[in-house]
């Protein structure tokens, strides 16, 4: 049986940390340089446990979930 969610070791606790991930994963995805990419806005959902991370690059917008006990990037979608 494994621990629920509340109470796993998150890898991505602070807004610090999700930032770097979102943009690594906007540099992947679009070729980038992560000079040309500004963060909009960030925000934790505390009941889903996600970070959403809102960047701007070239003239578009994406904005980055991510689960923020696994690490990983789950979706990237532009607006």
Known sequence: MSP????MKRRLPTEKEAIPVAVSGIIKHYGVSADQIKTLETKYDEDEGDW?????FNEKRAIVKMDSVQGTIIEIKEI
């Open 4 to 7: 629920g969610i509340g109470l």
């Open 52 to 56: 959403y991370v809102a960047l701007g």
